[in-house]
C-alpha cells in the first residue's frame, strides 16, 4: 500500500538514540535544550521564545490559559481544523465561532473572520492548511484593531514561511507537531514560540507541573534541593532525551526533506493538469513557501468518493483532511459554511511524502488517469 503520510528514518536516528541510552539518561535533559536552540534557529528567533512540549495538541490546550482565554470569551477558528482546535476550545469552556475558507486553499480568509467577530471575541485560533501560509498581513492588521489575540496552528508547516519569515512566529503563540505522520518526527513532540518572553516563562511553569524552583540536581542553590513551590496548578507535558535525539537527526534531514516534496508537488502537477475533472494546480501565495505537507485535489464531477475507492483498491491510500468541525455531531454548532462545505464533498489528500519513489508516482498518476477513462 502507498501510504498518504509515512515518515522518512533511518541508521543516523537509532545510534542517536543509542548514545542516549548509553549516557543513562533518557529524561528531559541537554538534548531537548540543543533541540530548542536548533528549532528557534530555524524560526529566525532565539531560544528564549521557543518551548517544546509533548505534542502539538497540548500546545492547542495550554494556549487557552496562556492567553488568559475564560469562559465567557469566544475564539474564532475556521470550520476546517484539527478536531484537537476544536477540542480545546471547548474543554477551556470557552464559546468556539467557527467561521468559512478559502474554497481552494481551505485556509481562513480576514473577511472570513471579520464576520464573525464579537464583543466577545478575545482571540483567533488560525490553522495554516497543510503548511500553506493565511494571509498574515491583513490577519494580524485584523487582530490589532479589535485587540484579538492570535495563535498559530503551524503543525504541518514546520517550513512555511510568510513573505520570508517562518509561521508560527507572528501571532502571540505558534506551534508545530513532529508527530509521527509529520515532516520532522520523533514519534511525539512539538514546539512552541511565543512573542513574549515572558509568556514563554509562563507555559514552562505550566507545562511542568507550575513549580517555580528546579529540582534535584538542577537546584544548585536551595541548602535543601528537594523543597520548592508552585505558581499554578500546572500538569507534565514535556519532551525527553530520547524524542529529543530523534527530532535532532531529523532536523538535519529537513532540506533533503524539502526537495523531495517539493518534486513530488511538480511531479504531481505536470502530471494531472490534463484531466479536466481536477481542480489544478494547488495555490502557493506568491511570496510564500511551503512545506508541501498536503497535496490535496478536488474533483469537480462528483466523483471523489468513487475514486478514493477505487485508489484503495490499486493500493493507493488517500484521505481527506480535515472533516469541517460543523459537521461534527459532538460539537453542537452547525451553520452554514459553503466553501467548507464544497470543499469537504470534493478533496482528496495525494500521498505525499519524501519516501515516494518516481515509481510511486507513475503509478499514483496512472492509476488516476485509468479512472478517468473508465469512470469520467
Known amino acids: 500500500m502507498i501510504q498518504v503520510f ?24 541537554k538534548l531537548v535544550d540543543k533541540f530548542e536552540g536548533l ?14 512540549t509533548n505534542c502539538c495538541s497540548e500546545g492547542l490546550f495550554s494556549s487557552m490559559p496562556l492567553c488568559n482565554i475564560s469562559k465567557d470569551d469566544e475564539v474564532i477558528l475556521p470550520t476546517i481544523s484539527f478536531i484537537g482546535a476544536g477540542n480545546a476550545v471547548c474543554a477551556n469552556g470557552s464559546k468556539m465561532v467557527l467561521c468559512d475558507v478559502d474554497k481552494r486553499t481551505l485556509n481562513a480568509r480576514p ?7 464579537t464583543k466577545k471575541t478575545k482571540a483567533i485560533l488560525l490553522l495554516h492548511y497543510g503548511g500553506i501560509p ?30 520570508g519569515k ?29 512573542r513574549d518572553p515572558e509568556l514563554r516563562e509562563k507555559a514552562e511553569k505550566l507545562l511542568y507541573f507550575g513549580l517555580q524552583t528546579k529540582s534535584g540536581y538542577q537546584n544548585s542553590v ?51 493538469n490534463n ?62 459554511y459553503p466553501n467548507a462545505d464544497y470543499a469537504a464533498d470534493n478533496t482528496l489528500c495525494l500521498p505525499m511524502h519524501q519516501s515516494l519513489s518516481v515509481n510511486d508516482l507513475e503509478y499514483i498518476v496512472d492509476t488516476i488517469q485509468e479512472f478517468d477513462k473508465k469512470y469520467c
Not at 528549532?39 to 517544546?52: D, I, K, Q, R, Y
Not at 492570535?150 to 514561511?161: H, K, L, M, N, W
Not at 462528483?302 to 455531531?329: M, N, S
Request: contains cysteine; aromatic residues 12%.
Open 111 to 117: 473577511e472570513d473572520i471579520e464576520k464573525v467577530i
Open 39 to 52: 528549532f528557534a534557529e530555524h524560526l529566525g528567533s532565539t531560544p528564549n521564545h521557543v518551548l517544546t
Open 275 to 336: 484531466i479536466e475533472w481536477l481542480d489544478l494546480p494547488l495555490p502557493i501565495p506568491e511570496g510564500c513557501e511551503t512545506s508541501y505537507y498536503f497535496y490535496h485535489i478536488q474533483i469537480k464531477n462528483g466523483k471523489r468518493d468513487l475514486l478514493a475507492k477505487y485508489l484503495r483498491e490499486k493500493d493507493i491510500y488517500t484521505t481527506y483532511r480535515y472533516f469541517p468541525l460543523h459537521r461534527v455531531p459532538g460539537y453542537k454548532v452547525g451553520g452554514v
Open 166 to 194: 517562518a509561521l508560527g512566529t507572528f501571532g502571540d503563540i505558534g506551534m508545530w507537531s513532529f508527530d509521527a505522520m509529520k515532516i520532522l518526527v520523533c514519534g511525539d513532540g512539538a514546539c512552541l514560540h511565543f
Open 222 to 272: 536551595a541548602q535543601k534541593w528537594w523543597e520548592f513551590d508552585i505558581s499554578c496548578f500546572g500538569h507534565r507535558a514535556i519532551m525527553n532525551d530520547l524524542t529529543a535525539a530523534i527530532a535532532i537527526e531529523q532536523y538535519k534531514k529537513l532540506p533533503t526533506y524539502m526537495q523531495k516534496r517539493a518534486a513530488v508537488h511538480k511531479f504531481y502537477d505536470s502530471n494531472l
Open 6 to 29: 509515512q515518515p522518512t528514518l533511518g541508521k543516523e536516528e537509532l545510534k542517536s538514540l543509542e548514545t542516549v541510552f548509553n549516557s543513562n539518561w533518557i529524561g528531559k535533559g
Open 134 to 163: 493565511c494571509d498574515m498581513d491583513s490577519i494580524m492588521s485584523l487582530a490589532k484593531t479589535y485587540n484579538l489575540k492570535v495563535i498559530e496552528d503551524c503543525a504541518a508547516g514546520v517550513c512555511s514561511t510568510y513573505n
